[in-house]
């Protein structure tokens, strides 16, 4: 059981800047994340587009923010989880035990969501019946390659993930690559390489088709796609990998006993707690009369949850508010030089 | 100024007046019309303003922005005529615009 005295929850720029808060007022604290990487939506969504409202910083893409909030981080240690979701967030006298999917277990008197519009999630099959063959016979993500050896595999995408494990597992499996149109948003040598396999009979390409059916009981058998004109082609396969890319997904959230309206968290504006004291909502996640979805919104939301943690983790101290240039104890903190 | 005409997936019709300028999805949104989430927000960063626009309408709108099939390959059972309703942009020629919402977003 990890202690801490916040847990933060999503590491888009909210998450990141609300940790920066925390640990100059003293705090420590730890972030969880569902995605593999820091940034959120930035760096998911729009690594490479420009943003033009951040205070101070005139032009910065998503990456070069998310980059900027990490360095801002370096002075302090702070453990991120990545690939986790948190699950669970239960109440334990003045303190929350918070699980998540991989079992990790916090115990701390504060949690903050800052978690955008929600976890990313692969985006999955919707045919009827897929349910009871996904993580089995049908899967979103590959964590070993071997077990598709000599199997037929069929991949639904069109992107960079369909095509790469296209043309890897055409070393030693038989591969169907199945795409709602003929374009493909792949890198260009990954396309060529996708055709070239495909007229060396490597793979089996079908374009502008869909999947429409999954046959077997137990297993599957094999499953029908159809094309724009309707027509179906019936084909044999042991694997059903689907690369559709991420949704968001506002997922076990909603369970936590918060009071939610439209996929946001309903907050105060002194604090940004919810409902339930001692959990607090930041960023695009959060609803007040007046709530703006900009980043810069979430920081000043961030400076003042991180302030009402201090409250219950230092529940026999005062806070006292000083500024970064001239608080000896900041600048202890920050590890730089003290006149 | 233009009328359009917004059908969820259970059948419910909306028609809203929808000012020159704006997107189909805002449109929705600033409506209240429920079925377009737009979790980016219109930047055609997601796919969560997926539409169905009526084929006699499709060739009249504007065309597709580059990239905007590669999110439609992410949206919830994409079809000949889908589009994302925040690269439609409302001018008085889209007067009597019919899109359908599929049957969810995400």
């Known amino acids: 059981m990890i202690k801490t005295d916040a847990l933060i929850i999503g590491a888009g720029p909210t998450g990141l800047f609300t940790a920066h808060q925390l640990k100059l007022i003293g705090l420590d604290c730890e972030i969880v994340d569902n995605l593999d990487k820091i940034g959120g939506q930035c760096i998911e969504l729009y690594p490479d587009k420009p943003i033009y409202d951040i205070p101070a910083v005139p032009e910065c893409t998503g990456e070069e923010l998310t980059n900027n909030l990490i360095n801002q981080l370096k002075p302090f240690d702070i453990k991120f989880h990545l690939s986790e979701r948190v699950d669970e967030v239960k109440k334990d006298g003045d303190k929350w035990i918070v699980k998540t999917s991989k079992g990790t277990l916090f115990t701390t008197p504060n949690v903050i969501i800052a978690g955008g519009v929600g976890s990313f999630e692969p985006r999955k099959f919707s045919v009827e019946g897929h349910e009871k063959f996904e993580n089995k016979s049908i899967l979103y993500s590959i964590k070993d390659k071997n077990i598709f050896k000599g199997k037929t595999v069929s991949i639904f995408g069109g ?127 959060c609803n007040y009369p007046g709530k703006l979805k900009l980043i810069l919104s979430g920081f000043h939301e961030g400076a003042l949850a991180a302030r009402a943690c201090f409250k219950l983790a230092r529940p026999n101290e005062k806070y006292r508010f000083e500024f970064t240039t001239s608080s000896k104890t900041i600048k202890n903190r920050l590890g730089v030089k003290v006149d | 100024m233009a009328k359009i005409t917004y059908i969820e997936h259970n059948g419910t019709n909306h028609t809203v007046e929808v000012q020159n300028g704006l997107t189909v999805m805002e449109g929705a949104v600033q409506n209240n019309i429920p079925g377009i989430d737009a979790d980016c927000g219109g930047s055609m960063a997601c796919a969560t303003c997926h539409v169905y626009v009526k084929e006699d309408w499709f060739d009249k709108i504007n065309k597709k922005n580059e990239g905007e099939d590669d999110m439609l390959d992410q949206a919830y059972e994409p079809k000949k005529n889908s589009r994302l309703s925040c690269q439609i942009i409302v001018s008085d020629d889209l007067d009597g615009l019919i899109v359908d919402m599929p049957y969810k977003q995400t």
């Open chain 1, 159 to 285: 992107g960079d993930s369909a095509l790469d494990w296209a043309i890897e597992l055409s070393n030693n499996c038989n591969v169907n690559l199945i795409h709602r149109r003929d374009e493909f948003r792949g890198a260009q040598a990954t396309v060529d390489k996708v055709h070239e396999l495909t007229k060396s009979k490597k793979i089996n390409l079908f374009t502008k088709f869909q999947l429409k059916k999954i046959n077997g009981s137990n297993k599957i058998e094999s499953i029908d796609i159809e094309d724009d004109d309707k027509k179906i082609e019936n084909l044999k396969t042991d694997y059903v990998l689907g690369f559709f890319g991420l949704i968001m997904q506002l997922g076990p959230i909603a369970n936590w006993g918060l009071n939610i309206d439209k996929k946001t968290v309903e907050v105060d504006t002194e604090k940004f707690e919810t409902n339930q004291k001692g959990i607090y909502a930041v960023g695009d996640i």
